[in-house]
């Protein structure tokens, strides 16, 4: 079946460090990748998002590539800061799924130390 | 337009009450999921909706039910509760219009505990 598979954390990091959260998948044809972002206290948001192979997502400083020959999407972000402590979820959604429903990685926390 | 509302956001159960959460969205979404987050862990599809009327089962079930009257709410109901069901429910809802590549918005949660 269709999963996700993200590197264990926490993550911690300076500010201005680089980050890089890595993100793998196993799926039947060619799914829609997602990061989302969860602040303390709150539900997920989407930060960014691709359809397709080498498709780019990015938003605030963070970027994803839809890597089809390694089945990856990591995340990167060049310079992080104190805000962007949160838990990160990479998910996909398979266009051969009816429910359009989303699956998952299991998070990675990540804190940003001043 | 406030998106997707979840109540309550806390609640403390014992084993076999039972009670609903509650989710609404306004933006006129026709497709609903419940979903249930676990510590430490993502997150996995209890049920879903495609429209008012129609629902289906997702990834854990068990113990639970659902029911879409309106377009804008989709309640869940925990029937006797169990420790086992001590987690955070999130609701969230997307458009099918553009396709599978849409955004799920996803409610702030409501984090259960079953004692």
């Known amino acids: 079946g269709n999963s996700v598979t993200q590197m264990e954390g926490p993550v911690t990091l300076s500010e201005e460090a680089f980050l890089t959260i890595n993100c793998t998948y196993t799926a039947t044809g060619y799914p829609s990748l997602f990061w989302y972002v969860q602040y303390p206290g709150e539900g997920l948001q989407l930060l960014l998002k691709?359809?397709?192979?080498?498709d780019k997502g990015s938003n605030k400083g963070f970027e994803a590539t839809y890597r089809k020959e390694t089945t990856s999407f990591h995340l990167e972000k060049g310079s992080v800061q104190v805000s962007d402590s949160a838990v990160y979820f990479c998910a996909l959604r398979s266009l051969l799924d009816s429910s359009y429903k989303l699956i998952f990685g299991s998070g990675t926390r990540l804190l940003v130390r001043p | 337009n406030a998106g997707v509302t979840q109540t309550p956001k806390f609640r403390i159960l014992k084993i076999g009450q039972s009670m609903t959460l509650q989710c609404t969205q306004d933006?006129?979404?026709?497709?609903m999921y419940w979903y249930r987050q676990d510590p430490g862990m993502g997150l996995k599809l209890i049920y879903y909706?495609?429209?008012?009327?129609?629902?289906d089962k997702g990834e854990v079930p068990n113990g639970y039910n659902v029911s879409r009257s309106t377009t804008e709410d989709f309640p869940l109901r925990l029937e006797l509760a169990a420790p086992s069901q001590t987690s955070v429910y999130f609701c969230?809802?997307?458009?099918?219009?553009?396709?599978?590549?849409?955004?799920?918005?996803f409610g702030p949660g409501t984090r259960l505990t079953v004692l």
């Open positions: 691709a359809t397709k192979a080498d």
């Open positions: 909706s495609v429209g008012a009327g129609i629902t």
């Open positions: 933006m006129n979404h026709n497709y």
């Open positions: 969230a809802s997307t458009v099918l219009a553009g396709g599978p590549t849409d955004t799920q918005y």
